[in-house]
């Protein structure tokens, strides 16, 4: 056998149960998630729905009350608390829930993502198999997003992917065992502590039609069975049950349902068709680029090269299969929300590269790909290597004129490698090629888009502590309605939430108040009292001329007297 076809050897149980953590694959793996992950965690300003959450674990802090999640004081009733409790955890080790704080969760939960994409693949699929697919996970454009934000997307990814493949890997040596059972229920409840009924939604349906399709149906009645749904309701129930006690049926139903409602708000036919279009080609764009070789499984032929990998194949396009209508049917939904599913499609990815290298019938969609990639690398070479020069004039940032360069010969390297390995005959070149391309996704995402997106981002915390700095020390400021959560989130002090009616706002007596357009709260028009501004903190993500998202902030006063102004108590 050629030494290019020695890495393309499906690894036997004895290889997969005690050597595939050892492989240099692992080692690039984890030096992808520190390029593009680790390294700009804190470049960013907190954004998005990182202030919110981080602002309910600063709440569990102050209060000591891990059980019911809390905004402004007054309930928080979207999603359970799992990833609060993170953040809040690190907060206590870190004297903060700072930016790193906020999103080390989501990049651990990515790391353990790949990496059980990596073993699960290990256990059918060769290293390049099983690179390509892990690879493939983490350089995905949308992980590439979400996997170092402080949103939930990244930890709910892990925990239900994670209740999936574990699953799976387990029923595929034989009869499903308790441990099994109870290790794949126990991803399950931390997937509901996390997001909600997605997770055992997913899990049963795919499992349930899996064992249908395969005959076994017989095994989902095992005792094994039914102590994993035992130890998934006792984990969630141990705080489930403690949130009900405290506050009733009504904010539980509104815990879970809340979110889920606001999907549903436009019903609209003509919206809902074209959200039945659009979607698909949404997710092909959110895990770009590698997405481009699941139309492989177009042409029969690929299909038929299955061949051991077939019971694999069936249970992961069962998995994409059963879950995949609860967002497309449902007119709200995003992208992201699918993001659970993308290791799936990664897996699927790399079966085909594997197959592909093995037979020549099954390489011209990835010739097609390689030569797409090739160009595009190349041209995002000259754009790279030419930023610096327009940088300053175009988007006011100086871009060294080194790391241009740098990337440019990045890109280049990525395009001849990737090209080098266009015919897809010789193992290593392909393998090559899949690295390289991951590793400069990774670089690139990591530092220029890093980069572009901070320098493009709206500096509230600067706004913020100018406005702190103006403030007297010990003045206190309220707020009329919610107060938006970036500015809450570094003003960190208590605001104190009072009632947005405007008879309940002409009684109140507060000196300093707050006003926020993002929540709906009296405009500042409708204030009848005699007040002041002190000033306007823009909270948009981007820099804009005219921000809509604002916090102003006011001063109240009383009537002018003999041409002074008097405070009003």
């Known amino acids: ?6 890495e393309l050897t499906p690894p036997t149980d004895q290889d997969c149960s005690s050597r595939w953590w050892l492989e240099w694959e692992l080692a690039l793996l984890c030096l992808l998630v520190a390029v593009c992950y680790l390294i700009p965690l804190d470049w960013l300003v907190v954004r998005g729905e990182e202030p919110r959450r981080a602002q309910v674990a600063r709440e569990m802090i102050a209060s000591g009350d891990w059980i019911v999640p809390r905004y402004q004081g007054t309930l928080f009733l979207s999603r359970p608390p799992l990833q609060n409790w993170l953040l809040a955890g690190l907060g206590l080790l870190r004297g903060d829930v700072d930016p790193v704080a906020i999103r080390l969760p989501s990049v651990i939960a990515v790391w353990l993502t790949s990496l059980l994409v990596y073993a699960y693949g290990r256990r059918f699929l060769s290293r390049l198999g099983s690179l390509t697919a892990a690879a493939g996970f983490l350089t995905m454009g949308q992980v590439l997003e979400l996997g170092r934000s402080g949103e939930t997307e990244a930890l709910f990814t892990l925990l239900v992917a994670g209740s999936l493949l574990v699953w799976h890997a387990g029923a595929a040596r034989g009869r499903i065992s308790t441990a099994t059972w109870l290790a794949a229920y126990a991803l399950v409840a931390l997937g509901v502590l996390t997001k909600g009924p997605q997770a055992p939604v997913y899990f049963a349906g795919s499992v349930g039609t899996y064992l249908l399709l395969t005959g076994r149906w017989r095994e989902a009645f095992s005792l094994g069975h039914l102590a994993g749904i035992a130890l998934s309701l006792v984990l969630w129930g141990a705080w489930q049950g403690a949130y009900l006690a405290a506050e009733g049926w009504e904010a539980t139903r509104r815990m879970y349902w809340d979110d889920v409602a606001m999907r549903f708000e436009d019903s609209s036919w003509a919206n809902f068709a074209e959200h039945l279009v659009t979607y698909p080609f949404e ?6 680029p590698w997405s481009g070789l699941l139309a492989a499984y177009l042409f029969p032929a690929v299909r038929r090269s299955l061949g051991t990998a077939r019971r694999e194949a069936l ?9 995949f209508p609860t967002c497309w049917l449902v007119q709200g939904a995003k992208g992201r929300y699918y993001m659970p599913l993308y290791p799936c499609l990664a897996l699927l990815v790399g079966l085909y590269v594997e197959r592909m290298v093995q037979e020549v019938a099954l390489r011209k969609p990835w010739r097609a790909f390689s030569d797409t990639l090739t160009v595009i690398l190349a041209a995002s070479g000259l754009a790279l290597a030419a930023f610096p020069l327009v940088s300053q004039r175009l988007f006011e940032l100086a871009f060294p004129a080194w790391a241009g360069l740098l990337l440019g010969c990045g890109a280049w390297s990525a395009a001849w490698l990737v090209h080098r390995g266009r015919q897809g005959a010789d193992g290593r070149r392909v393998e090559a090629a899949v690295a390289s391309l991951a590793s400069f996704l990774a670089i690139l995402y990591g530092t220029f888009v890093v980069t572009l997106t901070a320098a493009d981002a709206t500096r509230t915390d600067l706004e913020v502590a100018r406005l702190r700095a103006q403030l007297p020390a010990d003045a206190r400021l309220v707020s009329y309605g919610m107060v938006d959560p970036m500015f809450l989130y570094y003003f960190n002090r208590p605001i104190e939430y009072r009632s947005r009616k405007p008879e309940d706002v002409q009684r109140d007596t507060a000196e300093y108040f707050c006003l926020s357009s993002a929540w709906g709260n009296p405009p500042p028009e ?17 820099i804009k001329d005219d921000p ?3 916090v102003r902030i006011g001063r109240r006063v009383a009537a002018v007297a003999d041409g002074k102004r008097v405070i009003s108590h």
């Open 315 to 323: 249970f992961l396009i069962v998995c994409l299969a059963v879950t």
């Open 526 to 542: 409708s204030l009848r009292f005699a007040w002041e501004p002190v000033a306007v903190v823009s909270c948009e993500r981007s």
């Open 1 to 6: 056998m050629p030494a290019h076809q020695v």
């Open 283 to 288: 997710l092909l764009a959110c895990t770009l």
């Open 548 to 550: 809509q998202r604002v």
